[in-house]
Structure formats: structure tokens, C-alpha cells
């Protein structure tokens, strides 16, 4: 009886999460339609909710934004609106933080997020998975005796928070490892390994150092 209700549970608990995971995704991107004029909305003209509707709307939203924006026309409205958020003190550090980090990872320039290292944390003793950032800016650079980088380490199980360090490139150990199966392995915390063959020098490297 017992190897049969952990065989369930095997299989509903993954079905019920990600049935979860997107009908919060959902209804958070249905919230969208509270944009619209109260008479226009999905649920007034047809009188029941219909999930869904809003993540189409923020993805035609969306998609108009980029098509706007693509024109000279655009772009000065573009360049306008940020002139308008750069006079609030406040606003103008986030908005331009919150910018170079998104123009960062979606341009798909840079080295920010390619790369996935092991980095001695929180002890010597003790290998934690990373991901690549950056390089030291200059002032930051010319502090430092050697060469560093940049690395990000995400808690577990969840990665959008985590811890940022500069740490001597030498004491990196770069995987042979995808961010999507990086990101896999953390959340999953270490029950999920990679698919991909580890690379066999930054085994050596680790176990040497």
C-alpha cells in the first residue's frame, strides 16, 4: 500500500505544481485587463471569466511596444519618456538599474549569465554553483591584486535571490553546464544532475585545488 501511494505521489505532485506554477502565471498576467475601460473587459461582455485573455493581451502589448519603438518615431518617444524619468532622483536609479541589467541579459551581447562556475562558498571547504556576471569596473579593478570576476550565487530552491561577490578568476571553475541546467540543479537541489558530460580538466582542477 505504501509503494503504491508514493508512486502517486511521484506522479501528482510535478502535474499538481506546474498546474500551480502557471495558473499563478496566469492570473497575474489577467491582471492586465484592468487596463481596459470597465464596459470592454472580457468578463462584462461575456458575463464568465475566460483565463487567458490577459496573457494575450500583454503579449500583443508587448509585441506593439517593440514594433513601435523600432521607428525613429518611436524611439524619440522612447528617448522623451526616459528624459521625464531622469529629473525623479528616486526613480531614475531604479529604472536605469533595473535597464542596464535587462538590456544586459537580453541583448544577448556580454558575458553576463553564460557562463556557470564553481566558486569555494560560504567556506573553503565548501564548492557552490555560479553564474558569471561581469568584470570588475575600473575603480573596483585597481583595488585588487589580481585578476576577478564578477559571480552571481543563488540561494536554493529559490534562484532570484542569491549573493553577488568579486572572486580571484583563478579560484573559478568553469562547467561544461547550460544556465537553463544550472538553474535546474539548483532549484531541484541537486536532485536534478545535468544531462551534459562534465568537462574533464575542471574536474582535475577542482579536485586538485
Not at 461582455?45 to 521607428?71: E, H, K, M, S
Amino acid at each position: 500500500m505504501k509503494k503504491y501511494f508514493v508512486t502517486g505521489l511521484l506522479i501528482w505532485i510535478p502535474v499538481a505544481i506546474t498546474v500551480w506554477v502557471l495558473t499563478l502565471i496566469v492570473r497575474t498576467m489577467d491582471q492586465s485587463l484592468l487596463l481596459l475601460p470597465a464596459h470592454l473587459r472580457p468578463e462584462e461582455l461575456l458575463g464568465f471569466y475566460v483565463p487567458g485573455l490577459g496573457v494575450l493581451l500583454t503579449l500583443l502589448v508587448v509585441v506593439l511596444t517593440g514594433l513601435i519603438t523600432t521607428n525613429i518615431v518611436g524611439q524619440r518617444l522612447v528617448r522623451f519618456w526616459e528624459s521625464l524619468l531622469a529629473r525623479i532622483p528616486v526613480v531614475k536609479s531604479i529604472y536605469y538599474s533595473v535597464k542596464q541589467v535587462s538590456d544586459t541579459l537580453f541583448s544577448g551581447n556580454g558575458e553576463a549569465f553564460r557562463k556557470v562556475l564553481l566558486v569555494r562558498y560560504p567556506h573553503p571547504q565548501a564548492w557552490s554553483v555560479a553564474f558569471q556576471t561581469s568584470t570588475p569596473a575600473r575603480d573596483v579593478s585597481g583595488r585588487l591584486d589580481e585578476e576577478h570576476v564578477g559571480v552571481f550565487i543563488p540561494t536554493t530552491p529559490s534562484p532570484v535571490n542569491g549573493f553577488f561577490f568579486f572572486v580571484p578568476k583563478r579560484d573559478t571553475v568553469e562547467l561544461d553546464m547550460t544556465v537553463d541546467d544550472a538553474l535546474k540543479y539548483i532549484v531541484s537541489m541537486g536532485v536534478v544532475a545535468p544531462v551534459t558530460a562534465p568537462v574533464h580538466g575542471s574536474r582535475t582542477r577542482a579536485r586538485n585545488e
